[in-house]
DNA sequence: AATGAATGAGTTTTCATTCAT
DNA sequence: GATGAATGAAAACTCATTCAT
């Protein structure tokens, strides 16, 4: 559907140029489409924005299929968070959108949402981790997937604020050694 | 001075309203001075923006001029991440920054240098303890420094993405935790 | 008929909102019909537009089956210059006709045609009741007419400038008077 | 002042093309002025439009300036109502506003206002003229003056709705009898 | 007949910048 | 130094019309 791949053109542009320098005409241009058709769709450049924002939050992360046991998923979600030109894309997108977030409740709200259901997501694979006894089962797994969450956020801004190989060596190594905390000898 | 104060309103509309929507015309009328002014000051808008930009990150920080033993010192550091209504300007000033600076080599350096700047104060902080015998002697001051940023950067992310009381609690008493791990008994 | 129902859309929005504010999506949204299927019936807005004139111009206006003595009708008839709340939206429909009409040659011609219409009619209303002894028989009829006509549009006029429940009260009372000067005794 | 010389090109556009064909662009080129320039004095069209409107309605009407008998000025002001190259601009223009000021409250009392300002110019007149003797002194002003009012917009309303040579004779001939009628002899 | 997505020309509006005072 | 009116290029937005279905 056209409406869809409109808002996928405007993803693209946001990560790559920012929200401040998206054109009505821009959006028109990357996708071979009139100006005239995307204000049919959206009505107007705000309700545009708003659209790509919260459709670009709500993509089928493919955590769901990823594979293997617990502890290889959790490295593999919690690995995410490390730059690599290939996840930059939506690194740059994010920290778009947590700005502009800031300033909108109704996205403030999405934002909230997202966080929460990330932790019940880790605290789950945490939970199936202790019960077939990949991971230390005197931890709580709610309290530590807050903790792995809190780290990871922490070191992608790290990232975001200093791009450079060494950061990303150390960001790989933080979160390789909080998971390793985790599973039981 | 006059340009200080042209920056200061720079800072606060950003930090109200985001960087796509800062105009000479607002920065005019909230400083009520004539764009003509601004612009024979600044010479264009991005000068203007990136002096602001430059002036909030230099301010003097009154870290250096914190009394108290180290550990008091670190603790009031590390509690300035916790969003406050007196506070949230600087962190919505910050978001701003950071995500424009990922598109702009320039700002992306001062990050960077900011980055290192902390890490060098904190690493001190935790020298001068240790020295004092304030804090544990067994942990390496940059390592330590390296890991308590991280870990106040990942709050801070946690508050702004999902701003409520019981996060702001969860963030005062994971750094309060931290600190105290530092502390020698 | 669709056509015409679309007509009676037109209407009801001009009436509404006036002519520079009609659009083919106005029109649609209100009849529930397709922009397509408007410009398939119409070719296009100006055709539309003068339709929905011409249209609304020979309405039935129900004075030829109006019933009773020439006085009754003819009170009946110059009584519907009076304002009110059922009555407006003709009026006000009438009041955006004629100021567009000052522009188009085709549309003054059929407001002149009307007039005279009108003149013949109520010119053979004042024959009628002279005929049948109701009427003072000292009067022109056509010279008659054309006072009455004179003084409704410009009760009319009044009360489109001025719209207070004192000057439609003058209006019905000029009116009455007016009538009643033609009425023999 | 340059506003000033906007409305007025505004309101000469109006009474030539109607409001409904009234350009940002039209008024920038007949003008010789930028777009920019007419937003930054007006906002926006909206308001440039009624502040056209208001300032036509407000213009000094040189009645008060009118030399000669209260008989000899109450036929010219009565004659200004008869259509006629030179005046029409101003007939157009006015049929424009009365049909736009229908659906702005605003501009329903500015037209109600000048109304009464009207009627107790053409009362004091009448008054005048009784003191002096010209006119008959057992007619009640205002409600003579209302009378004419009526009068001269309904030959007014009938010359716009058709525009030939024989209804502005009528008209000239009305409002002579009409005003003959409060000449005593 | 009817639809409504798509168009693109035209319109309004924004805005950084210039410049005469 | 300071002003703010004026600019024009670029942006957003409107809308009658077309056309494949």
Redesign the interface.
Known sequence: MKQDYLLGVVYDLISE????SLTMRNVAERSNVSTGTINYHFKNKENLLIAALEEAYSLPKDWANYKGSSEAQLRRIANSYILRAKSDRWW?FW??Y???S??HPKM?IR??E???KQLRFWAQLITDGQEKGEFRTDLDPVETA??L??????????Q?????AEIRV?ARE?ISSAIDALVSR
């Not at 975001?160 to 450079?164: A, C, H, I, T, V």
């Open positions: 140029h920012g929200i401040e740059f920290i778009n947590l700005a502009y800031t300033r403030q934002q909230s997202r966080y929460d807050r903790r969450l809190t780290t990871v956020h922490g070191l992608l801004t790290l975001l604020m200093k791009s450079d150390y933080q």
